[in-house]
């Protein structure tokens, strides 16, 4: 076949109801992917039949058939009767066997936008039932811990132990690294303010009481919540998408004690012992920047940095440090808990869980903070 050779569309008014159209030439996606408009781009009032005929059509494919059912529908819009004899018998069939059921309606996409009130009625649902499925999950989490208070939970001890051991000692390599470097950064940049007035001693205290009181606690939780929160909607979702959890209902044990429980657990028993780790990692992050670069002292420096600290400053990061574990936990188990029956769910429940967990974190944070700061 030529390479220039190209579909031609011929017509020729049989009479005034009747309108031929000869098709020659390579009907491909290569060739000729569209020439709709050059046969009906507009029918003339008297039009009754559209008649089209294979005048020397050297190639066709799927372009062909294509073309002749968008023809097919401007017939019907139109109301003009369409015969489809003089084209080749395979695309015949093909047209056939593609109008033998009818389109079920609703089964195209039609972008429809809504009005902004019904869009905003919407949203206020839909926030609405996270707020309900946030607080039963809460509810029926609290009533599991006081199972496992009372020694009435059913879970494997097991479990949780695993549960701890991934949570903690697996975690350290990452707590250490951003520890590390969010110490140093917080001395760098102090450095640099409290260097214009000789005071640059004062960076111990910065490093000190900023790590203790809240990045340590703050970065940890970030930690933790892409880490382990993600681990466990992911964890979860898998399970809900081969029902294991409507097996274990089925058996009669509750999933909220054999599956959320020793996670939670382990999560809060952990999370502070991880804080207290990156309080003093970014102590001695803070401290490579206050002695080396700063020629502090070592001696000097960790002096002026536990004398600005008290068990107080401690307990906060503490504090908080238990409630992100216990967010983190309770997020990660329920998106998991809520996700679908299908892979793409189980995505999109992980990066759902890493989203609601930091934010409740950054809500949390705010919260202790404005206690801590009215308590004095």
Not at 347 to 362: C, K, L, N, P, R
Request: aromatic share 6%; charged share 20%.
């Amino acid at each position: 076949m030529p390479e220039n050779q190209s579909a031609s569309v011929e017509t020729k008014q049989v009479d005034d109801a009747t309108l031929e159209v000869r098709l020659s030439g390579p009907f491909t996606f290569a060739a000729d992917p569209s020439a709709e408009d050059r046969i009906a781009g507009d029918f003339p009032e008297s039009l009754r039949t559209l008649r089209l005929k294979d005048d020397g059509i050297t190639d066709w494919d799927s372009a062909l058939v294509s073309l002749l059912m968008k023809v097919q529908q401007r017939c019907q819009k139109a109301n003009v009767e369409l015969d489809l004899a003089g084209m080749p018998e395979g695309a015949q069939k093909l047209v056939r066997l593609a109008s033998a059921v009818p389109e079920r309606a609703g089964s195209r996409r039609e972008e429809k936008r809504d009005p902004f009130v019904a869009r905003l009625g919407k949203q206020s649902l839909q926030a609405w039932s996270e707020v309900l499925a946030f607080v039963t999950f809460l509810g029926d989490a609290t009533i599991s811990m006081g199972r496992l208070v009372t020694g009435r939970a059913r879970y494997r001890r097991a479990e949780l132990w695993l549960t701890i051991q991934d949570c903690g000692p697996r975690a350290l390599g990452i707590v250490t690294i951003i520890s590390v470097l969010v110490g140093a950064i917080l001395a760098f940049v102090g450095a640099i303010q409290l260097k214009m007035f000789g005071a640059e001693i004062y960076v111990a205290n910065l490093v000190g009481l900023g790590m203790v009181v809240e990045m340590g606690a703050l970065m940890t939780g970030i930690i933790l919540s892409g880490r382990t929160g993600a681990a466990f909607a992911a964890q979860l979702g898998t399970m809900q998408v081969n029902e294991e959890i409507d097996a274990l209902r089925t058996m009669g044990i509750p999933p909220m004690d054999y599956l959320v429980l020793p996670r939670m657990t382990a999560l809060i028993l952990m999370t502070p012992l991880l804080v207290l780790y990156a309080d003093i990692l970014g102590i001695l992050g803070g401290s490579v920047i206050g002695i080396g670069v700063l020629d502090i002292p070592p001696r000097l420096f960790f002096n002026q940095t536990f004398s600005t600290m008290t068990l107080w400053h401690c307990a906060q990061g503490l504090i908080k440090g238990c409630t992100f574990g216990f967010l983190i936990a309770l997020a990660g188990c329920l998106r998991g808990m809520q996700c679908g029956r299908s892979a793409s769910a189980v995505g999109d429940a992980a990066t759902s869980a890493v989203v609601t967990s930091i934010v409740m974190i950054v809500v949390a944070d705010a919260i202790w903070t404005f206690i801590f700061m009215v308590i004095g």
